[in-house]
């Protein structure tokens, strides 16, 4: 099993291109969650899947989309990137809320120029 | 005020030193996770906790819901336990976990 990746590894965008973050999962997992990492901060919610076709947002939403048309897959969209969009963006996967053990992805490092 | 704060934010022990990272939350919670971060690294999860004491090897977390805290300990702290300690609690009413902003380890030989 692969449990949850992330594509790609390392991205360098330009002020106002777009670009989609990939995050896969085989485990089956209902909840999906997408954050950013940002020096001297916790980790940020972005947005969050509690199931296919359920998406909601969190706590920092603006400038990214997402959508959940399998269980497996949940990408993060930036529509028009920002040099604050620069950060080390996680995807995490768990069997449920709450009470679920938490796995995540091995991190995309972003960088806008 | 953050709703989850872990003290200290950085901590550097001697090899075999014993290492407690506090957690003190100020939201209703069903849930609490310890996560570890190596530099540069992804992150897993050590821990979840909802009540009482759970053990791995040498690590132990411990939980006290009326006091809203919990601690992380290291016994026979070891170079390889570099890295950052992060809590996270699940916040009773919401679907999503809320995070502290870590404490850097360092264990030096």
């Known amino acids: 099993n692969a449990g949850v990746t992330q594509t790609p590894k390392f991205q360098v965008l330009k002020t106002g291109q777009s670009m989609t973050l990939q995050c896969a999962q085989d485990?089956?997992?209902?909840?999906m969650s997408w954050y950013r990492q940002d020096p001297g901060m916790g980790l940020r919610l972005i947005h969050y899947?509690?199931?296919?076709?359920?998406?909601d947002q969190g706590e920092v939403p603006n400038g990214y989309n997402v959508s959940r048309s399998t269980t497996e897959d949940f990408p993060l969209r930036l529509l028009s990137a920002a040099p604050s969009q620069t950060s080390v963006y996680f995807c995490a996967t768990s069997g449920g809320l709450s009470y679920n053990e938490q796995f995540f992805g091995p991190g995309t490092r972003l960088t806008v120029l | 005020k953050n709703e989850v704060e872990q003290s200290p934010q950085n901590l550097t022990a001697q090899e075999g030193e014993f290492i407690t990272i506090n957690c003190s939350y100020s939201?209703?919670?069903?849930?609490l996770h310890w996560l570890q971060q190596h530099p540069g690294g992804g992150i897993v999860s050590l821990f979840m906790l909802s009540s009482g004491k759970k053990k791995h090897g040498r690590l132990i977390a411990t939980i006290n819901i009326q006091e809203k805290h919990s601690s992380l300990h290291i016994t026979a702290s070891h170079p390889r336990d570099s890295a950052v300690y992060i809590c996270?609690?699940?916040?009773?009413?919401?679907?999503?976990?809320?995070f502290g902003t870590g404490t850097l380890l360092a264990v030096q030989p």
């Open positions: 939201v209703g919670i069903s849930a």
């Open positions: 485990m089956n997992h209902e909840y």
């Open positions: 899947s509690v199931g296919a076709g359920i998406t």
């Open positions: 996270a609690v699940w916040g009773g009413a919401t679907n999503k976990l809320i």
